[in-house]
C-alpha cells in the first residue's frame, strides 16, 4: 500500500535535500545550485549536482539522479521503504502502517465534498440570492476573471441550502460535519456553519479545496470565518493563495492580512501574495514559506495591532531562515485600498522602497552575522561593502558607509576605499559571469541541437518539453491538447511526459518529488536530468509551443528505426560517441 500523500509531504518538507546530501558529501555553493563530486563514478572535477528548487540531485558523468529519497537509497545502498524510514528517523516522524487506510478513505470524501461545495458556492454568487454577493463584489472592485481565478462563491442565508445539496449530491450529514462544512445543532442533525458569506475556497499545493473562508458581507463581528482544523487542514501551516504565488517570478512572497487583500493584489498584477487563515503566523507557516522564497515581505494593516503582529512575524520568519521586510502602507489602512486609491503603480513603489533599499539590503546582510564577533565582523563588512558598491549616489554610498563604519568599529575611509576597489574590479560581474559559465557549460553538453540538427533536435525538444510542463503545470491542458507521449519520438521521454501530465490533471503533481512517487527508479533519473538540462533556463509559455512545433515537424522526417527505439542510454551514448569524434 502506498505511503499516505501528508505522510510523504511532511517528510519531504523536513528533509531538505541540501541539508541530507550535504551530510553525506561535501557540497560547494555555485549560484543557486550546489556541486560536489560524484559519490557514484570516480571522478577529480564535480559533476554531481543539487537543484534545491526542485529538490533534485543529477550527475552530468554518470547519469544517476532523483530525490532525497533516491539519493539515499543508493548512497546507503537500501530499499524505498528502508530509504524513508532512515529519512522519517532523521526527521523525528513515524512512518505510518496499514491502519491508515481508513483514515485516507476519510480524506478522500473529504476533499470530494469541499469540491463539490466548491461548486455549490460558486453557481450561488450566480442565483436570485447572490445578488446582494455580487453587489458587494462589485463594490470591491473584482473582476469576472479574478472570481474565477479564486473560484469565488457565495453561501446564502440559510442554515440548509448546502447541506440540502450536499444530501442530494451522495454526502451524509456525518461526512459534512467531518470537513467542518456544517456543525451538529441542538437537534443532532447538521445545519450550515457558512452563512451569508462570500466564499474563498483554500486550495493547497496540490490544488485541492481543502477548506473555505469567509466574509462577511453583513454587519458581523467576526469578518472572516475559516474551516476549522479538520484531517486535511491545518490552519497553523496553510497559507491563502501559496498554490499561485509560489510560481510567481518574484522568488519572495508579500504576506498581507486578509484574503480580500490578496485577491485585489493579484487583479492588480501582484501575484505573489498570500495570508495566514484567522491566525498569526506560525513557525510551521514559516517552514512551508522557505521551502518555496527566502524573502518575505510584511504588508500588514498600519494599526497599533498590525505593528505587533508585523514584529512577531519578523522574528518567526527570521528563525526559519527568511529575510523579513517591511512594506508601510502609508495614506491607506490596507493594500486594497491603497491600490483602489492610488493604483497599482503607488504598491510598486511601497515594495521597491522596502525591498531595494540600501538599508533593507544592509539590514538584511547584518542579520546573518553576530558583529561580536571579529570574525562575523569581517564577513559583514565584505558584504556591506558589495551592497555599497552597487550605489551610483556619492550621497548615499557616504551615509551607509557611516553607518557600517559605526556598526563594524571600521574607519569610514577604509570601508569608502574598499567600495572604490569593488567598483573598480567589477566583483559582482565576474562572479556573474562564472555562474553564467557554468550554466553554460550545463547547457552545451546537452545542446543536442548542435550535434544533430534534424533529428536530435526532436529528442531535445521532447527533453525541454517535459521539463517546461514540470515548471509550468498550469500550461499542461494547452500541452495536452496539441500533443501526447505517443508523439514522441523518444518513447521513454513520451511515457515521463504522460505520467506527468495524469499527475497534474488529478490534481497530484507538486514537482519533481511528487512524481518520484509514480516513477520507476530509471525514469527518476531520467526526469532528474531533464530538470537539470534546463536548470539555468527560465521558460516561458510559448516556449511550449516552439517545441511541440519542433516535435511535430520532424516527426515526419525521422528515420523512425533510428530514433523511436532507442532507448535514452542508447542516445547518451551517442552523443558521447559523437563527441569523441
Ligand atoms: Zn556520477
Not at 567598483?423 to 559559465?437: F, G, H, I, L, V
Request: aromatic share 8%.
Amino acid at each position: 500500500m502506498p505511503l499516505p500523500q501528508d505522510f510523504m509531504d511532511e517528510l519531504h518538507e523536513r528533509s531538505d535535500i541540501v541539508d541530507v546530501i550535504g551530510s553525506y558529501l561535501s557540497l560547494n555553493h555555485r549560484g543557486r545550485l550546489y556541486t560536489a563530486l560524484c559519490p557514484f563514478h570516480n571522478e577529480k572535477t564535480p559533476s554531481f549536482t543539487v537543484f534545491p528548487e526542485t529538490s533534485s540531485f543529477y550527475c552530468f558523468g554518470c547519469h544517476e539522479g532523483g530525490d532525497v529519497i533516491s539519493f539515499v537509497e543508493k548512497y546507503e545502498n537500501l530499499d524505498y521503504m528502508e530509504a524513508v524510514k532512515l529519512l522519517a528517523d532523521r526527521a523525528g516522524m513515524t512512518v505510518p502502517d496499514g491502519s491508515d487506510q481508513r483514515a485516507a478513505q476519510r480524506n478522500k470524501r473529504i476533499l470530494e465534498a469541499n469540491k463539490t461545495a466548491g461548486r455549490f458556492f460558486f453557481s450561488m454568487l450566480n442565483s436570485d440570492s447572490g445578488r446582494i454577493a455580487r453587489k458587494y463584489i462589485r463594490d470591491r472592485g473584482l473582476e469576472d476573471r479574478t472570481i474565477t481565478k479564486y473560484g469565488i462563491g457565495y453561501a446564502p442565508e440559510s442554515w440548509g441550502a448546502l447541506r440540502d445539496y450536499m444530501n442530494g449530491k451522495g454526502f451524509t450529514d456525518d461526512e459534512l460535519i467531518d470537513a467542518g462544512l456544517c456543525f451538529r445543532n441542538r437537534n443532532g442533525s447538521a445545519s450550515d456553519f457558512f452563512r451569508q458569506r462570500i466564499m474563498f475556497p483554500v486550495i493547497d499545493l496540490r490544488g485541492q479545496v481543502v477548506a473555505f473562508s469567509g466574509r462577511t458581507i453583513v454587519d458581523d463581528s467576526r469578518k472572516y470565518l475559516n474551516t476549522r482544523d479538520t484531517p486535511v487542514f491545518k490552519k497553523s501551516r496553510t497559507l491563502f493563495s501559496l498554490n499561485f504565488a509560489k510560481n510567481s517570478e518574484q522568488h519572495r512572497l508579500i504576506l498581507v492580512e486578509g484574503q480580500m487583500d490578496v485577491i485585489s493584489l493579484w487583479q492588480a498584477g501582484f501575484t505573489e501574495a498570500v495570508a495566514t487563515l484567522g491566525t498569526a503566523i506560525t513557525a510551521e507557516h514559516a517552514q512551508v514559506i522557505s521551502r518555496y522564497v527566502n524573502d518575505v515581505l510584511i504588508c500588514y494593516d498600519s494599526d497599533e495591532a498590525g505593528q505587533r503582529a508585523t514584529r512577531r512575524a519578523i522574528d518567526i520568519l527570521r528563525a526559519a531562515g527568511i529575510d523579513a521586510g517591511v512594506i508601510e502602507v502609508v495614506g491607506a489602512k490596507d493594500p486594497d485600498e491603497l491600490i483602489k486609491k492610488s493604483g497599482a503603480a503607488a504598491f510598486r513603489a511601497l515594495i521597491d522602497k522596502a525591498s531595494g533599499s540600501m538599508e533593507y539590503e544592509l539590514n538584511k546582510a547584518a542579520r546573518q552575522y553576530n558583529l561580536d564577533i571579529p570574525d562575523d565582523r569581517v564577513k559583514y563588512l565584505e558584504e556591506a561593502t558589495s551592497i555599497l558598491a552597487r550605489s551610483t549616489s556619492a550621497t548615499e554610498t557616504e551615509v551607509w558607509a557611516g553607518r557600517v563604519a559605526q556598526q563594524t568599529e571600521v574607519d569610514k575611509n577604509t570601508i569608502l576605499y574598499t567600495v572604490q576597489r569593488k567598483r573598480n574590479s567589477r566583483r559582482s560581474a565576474q562572479t556573474r559571469r562564472e555562474n553564467d559559465k557554468f550554466a553554460q557549460s550545463i547547457g552545451e553538453r546537452y545542446n543536442l541541437r548542435s550535434y544533430e540538427r534534424e533529428k536530435l533536435g526532436t529528442v531535445s525538444a521532447e527533453r525541454r518539453l517535459v521539463a517546461l510542463v514540470c515548471a509550468h503545470p498550469d500550461l499542461c491542458r494547452s500541452i495536452r491538447e496539441r500533443i501526447s507521449g505517443e508523439d514522441f519520438a523518444d518513447p521513454g521521454t513520451g511515457d515521463i511526459f504522460n505520467k506527468i501530465c495524469t499527475q497534474i490533471e488529478n490534481n497530484e503533481f507538486t514537482g519533481f518529488t511528487s512524481m518520484t512517487a509514480v516513477l520507476e527508479p530509471e525514469q527518476i533519473s531520467a526526469l532528474s536530468g531533464m530538470i537539470a538540462e534546463s536548470s539555468s533556463v527560465q521558460y516561458k509559455p510559448q516556449d511550449a509551443d516552439f517545441f511541440i512545433d519542433k516535435i511535430l515537424e520532424n516527426r515526419s522526417r525521422l528515420s523512425k528505426d533510428e530514433l523511436a527505439n532507442m532507448s535514452l542510454d542508447e542516445i547518451n551514448r551517442m552523443i558521447k560517441n559523437r563527441k569523441g569524434n
